[in-house]
């Protein structure tokens, strides 16, 4: 798989633009045919790369309306917060992943929205209070996303989802 990493904060963005292959290489058998089967993965990921590192710049470019902003953070909630069957119990609002954590991602545009987004889905650390079944005030606070197939699958839903919205503008 390919990925991009945001150098300001590292936090990992996995890459999966729409038809990029996913290549798995089975650790058992004879080893050249391994080998054979990793350097052609790489070449399958390599050739993708341009394509996902056009991102960026043209996301860049695309000027985010707060109602586009909210839109973005609604389904990154759902995707985050959300069981099996679609429910969501989090007191946690979708406006908060909209909250930057520094002043060099203030922008409007559809990549700075992008990775605020995904950073909070990711990091954790939002805070909200709700009341329990018996009325008492409870404090939650998201924690960091560190399983590694979560963390995958969220940030390829990301992705696929900022690709979409790119397509429309």
Do not use: K
């Amino acid at each position: 798989m390919a990925g991009l990493f945001r150098y300001v904060c590292l936090n990992g963005l996995v890459v999966a633009a729409g038809d990029m292959t996913q290549s798995r290489v089975r650790h058992a058998g004879d080893r050249n045919r391994q080998l054979a089967e990793v350097v052609n993965a790489a070449y399958d990921v390599l050739e993708m790369a341009p394509r996902v590192l056009e991102a960026p710049a043209r996301w860049s470019q695309i000027e985010f309306q707060r109602d586009e902003q909210l839109a973005l953070a609604r389904s990154a909630h759902r995707l985050r917060f959300a069981n099996a069957e679609g429910d969501i119990s989090t007191a946690i609002a979708p406006e908060q992943l909209l909250h930057t954590r520094r002043s060099s991602d203030s922008g409007n545009d559809l990549w700075t929205i992008f990775n605020v987004v995904q950073e909070n889905v990711i990091r954790g650390g939002i805070s909200a209070a709700s009341r329990d079944h018996n009325g008492r005030w409870h404090q939650s606070t998201t924690r960091e996303v560190r399983g590694i197939d979560q963390s995958i699958r969220l940030n390829r839903a990301l992705w696929q989802l900022g690709e979409s919205v790119a397509a429309v503008h």
